[in-house]
Structures are given as structure tokens and as C-alpha cells.
């Protein structure tokens, strides 16, 4: 905390009365004397004019940037934390930019503190301790306003930045709420004298909101203008694991021979049996088989029995494992074929709308997935980049990542993800990528690490080793490879790992 003191009591000896402190104290005409005295036994130091902390370890410009807005209350109380600080709420490269009664600039060791001469509080503005901080309204019409550009720290964000802003408030908030902002704007405008940051702010609002033709330049206030919104967040996590696997991942190359009906076949049912594990749909392997090759449906498991089967015949469909999305270039395309694949996958469950994009968020935990408003721009900002990589392995794990993360569907994503990311390798005539069961911790805990640490580094490595056991295996017997894979732990769901690759089978 920071903050004005009371005076040391009649009866209180320095160490009780240091002990009672705030971390950083202003000093005044009633306490200079104990404050000195302090200073000099060691009980305080000084960081700045007037300032002091009670903490005697931190680095000086780290504390007085951790307490950025505390000690602005404590210098200049009654100011209007203002412009880009208003919208940031940080210091921009140790900057914080007030709106006050007079113009100054107190500097502070890692902190400087600019106040513009301007008006005071309004209506709207909230306050924060000795402070206000501009409403929303009143901030985007400084930013916007604000035409004076020097080389040092700008007071006012650009105009792409505050599109981006605009933007992140119409996604999170809904258009009503911009709509009101925007009415408030025009009301505090003539107060402000800022009619050209207002002219500025209609301008973007309105193409943002679909009523203007032009008007912004920010990626991500094009596409919703142009009706194409995406998750810009998500994006981002896109890119990243692009330039990892461009930088990293360039050779990795397992071609594999055409394989002949019956092994395709094998391939496909372990392939699917697997990945309806991994989403709960647990069967024994003989009733698997018994469903997928004899057509046995359990009569009390109808719905999960066709999961198997829907995602075998995906995955067993030469034509479809023969199409990567390399070959289409309108986002339309793409759509399609993920539509049409969920459907093949999902046809008996009409409550998860087979082949139709959600209506509604879905989460996983504490992972909110892409809004579905948001789901056509965000896979058509996938599209754009998958297009910038290079090998199947490239693409296949990339494809994963998008489906996994965009979630476009009510249920079935994770199946339909890992069928995409196998149609990438497949249709390059490459080994597919199977995740077995003792795969699936280390599986879901890559998407984790990169979904919510923005860390691309895991993914790969774990879909790599994935490919490598399926390299290794060999498909022309479905009771032999059930074998092998029984004795690798593949089938174990107890996290023992697969400890020992089997050896690769002469091709």
C-alpha cells in the first residue's frame, strides 16, 4: 500500500510507529522529523522527493512501478488519470498521463508522472483513491484527440490500437454497450472541446457496427466490418505455433507406402478407437471390433457404438483422407469440409447439430473456446496461415491445433481435429499421428500449455513422438498389432507412459 501517515504517538516508539506504515510513505510538516530520524537508524529509505518506503529490499524502480497509481494519488490528488493510461491502467514505459488543474511532470526514479492542464473530473469518471480515472467515453475521445506526437512516450495510443480496443469492447461487451459509449462521447465532446476526436470515434463505431463503408485500418476492425470477426487472441497462439514449427520443424518427414484395403482398415479402427477414448467413449476392444466390423450395435450404447463407426468411416474413406486443406484457398471450402466430416462423425446425435456450426460457447474446464460469432473469422485466419507452412507434419499439427481451439462444434471437436490432423499426413502419402491411450495426458497437456501459456514448443515434440510409434507398426494383422500395442502399454490409461517403442517393421 502507499499513502499519508498519522503522526507518531505520545507513548509509540519509532520501530512500533515504523511497523504501522504503509509501503511507501508521503512525507509532511508532522511527521519530517520521525521520518529522518528513520531514515537515518534505517528503518526507511528514500525513493524519490517527499517519498519513502517502509521496504528496504526491493529494487527502487520496480517498487515505484509496482505502486505506479498509488503514488500518483499521493502527488497529484484529484487528477484525472487520463488519455492511453486511462484505457492501460500501467505505466507505459514508466510513464502515467494525468489531466489536472496545471501542467507538471514529477520525476521519480523509474516513474515519471505527466500532467496536462485540462478539465477535472465529470460525470462518468471513477474514482480511485485520491484520483479519477477517465470513464471510457471521455478516454477514447482523448486518444482520438490527441494529434501531437513527440519521440519520446506518446500520451495517446494510435488509431489502430484504439480500433483494437473498439474492437475487443464491441466482441466482449455487445454492440448496445458501444452504442451507449458512443452516445456519452457526443455528450462530453463539447465539454472537452473535442469534436475532432468525436468526428474520429464515430467514424470507427460506425464501421464497426456494419453502418459505414470505411473508416478503419486495424486487422481485426476490418474483418468485422467486413462481416468476418474473428479471436484475436487465438490468432496469436496461430502464429506462434506456426513460426515453431517453421523454425524447428522443417524435416520431419515419415513417408509410408500406399497401404493395401485390410490394413487401411486396421489403421482406421485403431486410429478410431483410440480417439473415442480419449473423449470417454470407452468400449472393450472386442466389442469395439465387433461393433465396427460385424455391425453389433449394443442395445444399450446405440449412440456411443455409432461414434465408433462414424469416426472409423471418416477415417478409413480414402477420399476424404486424401484431401488436405492445401488445396483450397476460400475459407468457405474449408468450412465445408469440416461440416461435412462432423456430420460423418456425429450423424446420430442430433442434440450435437452434426455438421452445423455451435450457437452456443462451449468450454472445457477452465477453457472458454472461440465464441461463435467469432468461429468463420477465426478459422479463416487459420486458413490464411496454415497456408504459409510447408510439410504434412507442418500442417497436420497446425490443423490439430485450430480445430482443438476454435471448438467450431457443440461436441465431436477433439475427434474431428485429430481426423483432420491425419488427413494432412495421410494425403501426402506419410505416416498418420495416433494418439493411444497413454498418449492422452501428455496429449491434452501440450494443447493446455499452448492454449493457456502461449507456449508452441510442446506440441510438436509430442505429436512427433506420436508419429514415431505409428512408423513402427505394422497393420497387415489386426491381431498382431493388438499385440504390439498391448505390449508398448499403448492401450494403458493409468499415465505408465509407452516406455518402449516396438522396432520398425521391413517396408
Not at 334 to 348: G, K, N, P, S
Amino acid at each position: 500500500m502507499a499513502g499519508k501517515t498519522r503522526p507518531r504517538g505520545k507513548d509509540e516508539s519509532l520501530e512500533q510507529w515504523v511497523g504501522s506504515l504503509p509501503t511507501l510513505v508521503l512525507s509532511s510538516n508532522t511527521i519530517t522529523a520521525d521520518i529522518s530520524e528513520a531514515v537515518k537508524r534505517g528503518l526507511l529509505r528514500k525513493v524519490g522527493p517527499r517519498l519513502y518506503a517502509t521496504d528496504l529490499r526491493a529494487p527502487v524502480e520496480a517498487l515505484v512501478r509496482g505502486y505506479a497509481v498509488a503514488i500518483a494519488a499521493l502527488r497529484a490528488p484529484g487528477c484525472v488519470l487520463s488519455h492511453r493510461t486511462a484505457l492501460e491502467m500501467i505505466a507505459a514505459q514508466g510513464h502515467l498521463f494525468l489531466t489536472g488543474p496545471k501542467n507538471q511532470t514529477i520525476h521519480l526514479p523509474g516513474l515519471t508522472l505527466k500532467v496536462k492542464q485540462g478539465q477535472g473530473p465529470l460525470v462518468g469518471d471513477m474514482p480511485v483513491m485520491d484520483l479519477f480515472v477517465s470513464s471510457p467515453a471521455r478516454a477514447y475521445l482523448e486518444n482520438l484527440d490527441y494529434t501531437r506526437r513527440s519521440m519520446g512516450v506518446c500520451r495517446a495510443l494510435g488509431r489502430e490500437q484504439i480500433e483494437e480496443r473498439l474492437e475487443r469492447d464491441l466482441r466482449l461487451k455487445g454492440e448496445a454497450w458501444l452504442g451507449d459509449m458512443r452516445d456519452q462521447a457526443r455528450e462530453l465532446a463539447p465539454v472537452l472541446g473535442m469534436d475532432a476526436g468525436l468526428a474520429t470515434l464515430d467514424e470507427i463505431v460506425g464501421a464497426m457496427l456494419g453502418t459505414r463503408a470505411s473508416g478503419v485500418s486495424a486487422p481485426v476492425a476490418v474483418a468485422r466490418q467486413r462481416g468476418r470477426p474473428y479471436d484475436p487472441d487465438r490468432v496469436v497462439l496461430f502464429q506462434r505455433l506456426a513460426e515453431e514449427l517453421l523454425e524447428r520443424w522443417g524435416e520431419t518427414r515419415r513417408p509410408r507406402a500406399p497401404l493395401l484395403r485390410h490394413e487401411s482398415q486396421h489403421l482406421a479402427f485403431i486410429d478410431a478407437y483410440f480417439s473415442n477414448y480419449i473423449e470417454g467413449t470407452v468400449f472393450e476392444l472386442e466389442e469395439a471390433k465387433d461393433i465396427v466390423f460385424e455391425g453389433k450395435v449394443p442395445d444399450n450404447r446405440p449412440q456411443d457404438a455409432h461414434d465408433i463407426t462414424g469416426t472409423f468411416e471418416l477415417l478409413v474413406d480414402p477420399t476424404e483422407m486424401g484431401v488436405s486443406m492445401s488445396l483450397f484457398d476460400e475459407v468457405e471450402d474449408f468450412e465445408h469440409v469440416l461440416q461435412r466430416r462432423h456430420y460423418t462423425i456425429m450423424r446420430a446425435r442430433p442434440e450435437a447439430r452434426p455438421g452445423a456450426f455451435k450457437q452456443v460457447s462451449n468450454q472445457a474446464g477452465n477453457t472458454l473456446f472461440v465464441a461463435p460469432e467469432l468461429v468463420r473469422g477465426t478459422l479463416a485466419e487459420g486458413l490464411r496461415i496454415f497456408k504459409t507452412l510447408h510439410t504434412p507434419f507442418q500442417r497436420a499439427t497446425f490443423m490439430m491445433f485450430v480445430v482443438a481451439e476454435v471448438h467450431p462444434f457443440v461436441d465431436g471437436n477433439g475427434r474431428l481435429a485429430r481426423a483432420m490432423m491425419n488427413a494432412e499426413v495421410a494425403s501426402a502419402e506419410e505416416d498418420r499421428i495416433l494418439i493411444v491411450t497413454s498418449y492422452r495426458t501428455d496429449y491434452l497437456g501440450a494443447l493446455r500449455r499452448l492454449s493457456r501459456s502461449s507456449d508452441p514448443a510442446v506440441v510438436p515434440r509430442m505429436l512427433d513422438r506420436a508419429q514415431e510409434l505409428a512408423s513402427r507398426l505394422d497393420y497387415e494383422d489386426l491381431e498382431r498389432l493388438i499385440r504390439v500395442l498391448t505390449t508398448c502399454n499403448a492401450f494403458d490409461d493409468t499415465d505408465l507412459r509407452i516406455m518402449r517403442l516396438p522396432p520398425k517393421p521391413a517396408r
